[in-house]
């Protein structure tokens, strides 16, 4: 076999015109997920009564289950939920309407959730329980003494695993074409069918895919830095 290095080059071009749907599912999916799973994670950290029980179930169930199973869940009983409401209250809108994107957002932030909370809490408990105590002793109430001085340091703490977390998210994306969204590896297929060089193709999204992850490993390196900095007192 001949590798056509000409067509890997044309395959390559052609799927950085996806690379903002890639893009835009990852961030979004973390981004919510970091929401939902930090919330899910002080809710157990202080143990709130009856959140803390159902953030523990929802963090064991889709933990438990795959992602794809995730998503397709959301895109055959979301649309169901909403139709059934909007047709309760005498509303226009069907589900029809929502963007096929629109249902991978949903879904992956979902399961970005559970695994973010594990994330968050594992950097909650590594920061010594006696700053908070600390905090009080000097007035400060709980949410001042999360917001100023243990969130910063779990943050710090957690960084290499919300990098991991970056990382399996953006590599997920790809499960979107189950559902018609076209990513980079979707692109990928749709190019190849132009003359069957399937394996030429896929190198070049593998390539597209190894950028992107270099790139956030670089980030989440100058971050750590900058933390560590930070708190030896180098930064102002």
Same mark, same amino acid.
């Given at each position: 076999?001949?590798?056509?290095?000409?067509?890997?080059?044309?395959?390559?071009?052609?799927?950085?015109?996806v690379?903002?749907? /890639?893009?835009?599912?990852?961030?979004?999916?973390?981004?919510?997920?970091?929401?939902?799973?930090a919330?899910?994670?002080?809710?157990?950290?202080?143990?709130?009564?009856?959140?803390?029980?159902?953030?523990?179930? @929802?963090?064991?169930?889709?933990?438990?289950?795959?992602?794809? /199973?995730?998503?397709?869940?959301?895109?055959?009983g979301?649309?169901?939920?909403?139709?059934?409401i909007?047709?309760?209250?005498?509303?226009?809108?069907?589900?029809?309407?929502?963007?096929?994107?629109?249902?991978? @957002?949903?879904?992956?932030?979902?399961?970005?959730?559970?695994?973010?909370?594990?994330?968050?809490?594992?950097?909650?408990?590594?920061?010594?329980?006696?700053?908070?105590?600390?905090?009080?002793?000097?007035?400060? /109430?709980?949410?001042q003494?999360?917001?100023?001085i243990?969130?910063?340091?779990?943050?710090?703490?957690?960084?290499?695993?919300?990098?991991?977390?970056?990382?399996?998210?953006?590599?997920?994306?790809?499960?979107?074409?189950?559902?018609?969204?076209?990513?980079?590896?979707?692109?990928?297929?749709?190019?190849?069918?132009?003359?069957?060089?399937?394996?030429?193709?896929?190198l070049?999204?593998?390539?597209?895919?190894?950028?992107?992850?270099?790139?956030?490993?670089?980030?989440?390196?100058?971050?750590?830095?900058?933390?560590?900095r @930070?708190?030896?007192?180098?930064?102002?």
């Open positions: 076999m001949t590798l056509d290095y000409g067509f890997i080059w044309t395959a390559f071009v052609a799927l950085l015109e690379v903002p749907v /890639t893009l835009a599912i990852t961030v979004v999916s973390v981004l919510c997920g970091f929401v939902i799973g919330s899910v994670a002080l809710a157990r950290q202080f143990r709130v009564p009856v959140l803390s029980q159902l953030g523990a179930a @929802y963090v064991t169930f889709i933990r438990g289950t795959p992602m794809i /199973t995730h998503l397709l869940l959301i895109y055959f979301l649309p169901m939920l909403i139709d059934s909007a047709a309760a209250l005498g509303l226009g809108f069907r589900s029809v309407s929502i963007p096929m994107i629109g249902f991978a @957002y949903v879904s992956f932030s979902i399961t970005a959730g559970a695994y973010m909370s594990e994330v968050v809490r594992s950097g909650l408990l590594a920061v010594d329980r006696g700053q908070l105590e600390a905090a009080h002793a000097v007035g400060m /109430t709980t949410a003494a999360m917001k100023r243990i969130l910063p340091q779990a943050l710090a703490a957690s960084l290499p695993n919300l990098s991991n977390m970056l990382i399996g998210m953006l590599h997920g994306s790809t499960l979107a074409f189950t559902v018609s969204v076209v990513e980079i590896n979707a692109k990928a297929q749709i190019v190849a069918t132009t003359n069957w060089k399937f394996f030429e193709a896929y070049a999204a593998a390539l597209l895919f190894w950028g992107l992850t270099f790139l956030i490993e670089r980030l989440t390196a100058l971050a750590e830095r900058r933390f560590r @930070y708190y030896r007192g180098g930064v102002s």
